[in-house]
C-alpha cells in the first residue's frame, strides 16, 4: 500500500471518528439539558399534597396530582392486563406455529403497521368505536387505546425472543413425547421468559407517557374517582392541560408530574436492562 493511499485512509477514518464524538457528545449535551431542565423544575413540586391531594380548581393554590396518579396507574394497569396475554400468545404463534404461512405474514404485517401508527390515530380510532357509540368518555375506552399501543411491542419482542431458542431445546423436548403446545409454553417460552417480560415492561414505559390516545378517550377529572365507565384523571392529559394554561400553581405542578413520570419510565427501562442482563448472564 501506498503512503498516499495510507494516509488517505487515515485521515477519513479520523474525520469519521471525530464526527461520531461530536454527533455522541451533541446528543448527550442535549439529553441532559432536557433531563436537568425538568428535575430542577418539577422535583421542587414534590411534596405530601402532591401525592395526596386531587388537582386544585382554576385559580386556587395547592392541590396536587393524587387523581391523576390512581387514574394513569388503573388505566395502564388495565391495559397491561389485556395486552400481555394477547401479545405473548400472538408472539408464540408467529415464532412457533405460524413460522412462514400467509396468516403469520398478514399478522406481522399488521402488527408493524400497529408498531408504527401515530398514537393520535390510534385515539381517533377507539373515539369512533367506543366513546362515540356510547356517547361517553371514560377509562375503559382509555385503556384500550392503551392496549392497542402496547399489543404490537409485546408481539415483536415474543416473537424475537423466541427465535432465539435453539431448536435442538425443541428436539429434545419432542423426543420425550411432549405435545408442542406444551413445548411451547413450558420449554421454549420459559427458556426467554426474562426477554418477554423486559418487552412487557417497556410497552408499559410506551404507554405511561401517551397523550394523544387519552385526549379523545379517557379525557379527564378534577375529582377523584376510580370509576372507568367515566372520564378519568391521567397524568398526560393533566400535564398538557396545566402546562398549557395561565397559572403558575398549575405549571409548576405539571413540571412535577413530567418528573414524575420520567422517574417512572427511567426506573422501569433500568429494571428492564437488570432482568434481560441477568438473564443472559444466566
Known amino acids: ?24 457528545a451533541a446528543g448527550l449535551i442535549g439529553l441532559f439539558w432536557i433531563l436537568w431542565t425538568l428535575f430542577y423544575n418539577g422535583l421542587s413540586a414534590f411534596s405530601a399534597d402532591f401525592f395526596l391531594a386531587s388537582t386544585p380548581a382554576p385559580g386556587s393554590e395547592g392541590g396536587g396530582m393524587a387523581n391523576a396518579i390512581v387514574g394513569s396507574l388503573m388505566m395502564v394497569g388495565f391495559a397491561t392486563l389485556v395486552s400481555t396475554p394477547i401479545g405473548i400468545l400472538a408472539g408464540i404463534y408467529l415464532a412457533e406455529f405460524g413460522a412462514k404461512s400467509r396468516f403469520a405474514a398478514v399478522t406481522r404485517f399488521v402488527t408493524d403497521i400497529m408498531l408504527s401508527a401515530p398514537s393520535i390515530v390510534i385515539g381517533l380510532f377507539v373515539y369512533a368505536i ?119 400553581d398549575w405549571q409548576h405542578l405539571a413540571w412535577g408530574a413530567a418528573a414524575l413520570i420520567a422517574l417512572i419510565v427511567l426506573g422501569i427501562n433500568i429494571s428492564a436492562r437488570v432482568l434481560f442482563r441477568s438473564k443472559v448472564q444466566a
Request: aromatic share 10%; hydrophobic share 50%; net charge positive.
Open 1 to 24: 500500500m501506498s503512503r498516499g493511499i495510507y494516509r488517505r485512509r487515515k485521515l477519513v477514518n479520523w474525520l469519521g471518528l471525530a464526527f461520531s464524538y461530536v454527533s455522541m
Open 130 to 248: 367506543a366513546v362515540a357509540t356510547v356517547k361517553q368518555f371514560s377509562g375503559w375506552a382509555g385503556s384500550l387505546a392503551l392496549s392497542l399501543i402496547a399489543i404490537p411491542v409485546v408481539v415483536r419482542t415474543t416473537e424475537n425472543m423466541l427465535k432465539l431458542v435453539p431448536g435442538s431445546l425443541r428436539e429434545a423436548a419432542f423426543a420425550l413425547g411432549a405435545p408442542r403446545w406444551k413445548v411451547s409454553l413450558a420449554v421454549t417460552l420459559r427458556a426467554v421468559r426474562g426477554g418477554v417480560i423486559t418487552g412487557v415492561l417497556l410497552a408499559v414505559a410506551r404507554i405511561i407517557g401517551e397523550t394523544a390516545p387519552l385526549l379523545f378517550t379517557a379525557l379527564n377529572n378534577q375529582f377523584f374517582s376510580t370509576d372507568m365507565s367515566k372520564p378519568m384523571a391521567n397524568l398526560p392529559v393533566v400535564i398538557y392541560n396545566f402546562a398549557m394554561s395561565p397559572y403558575e
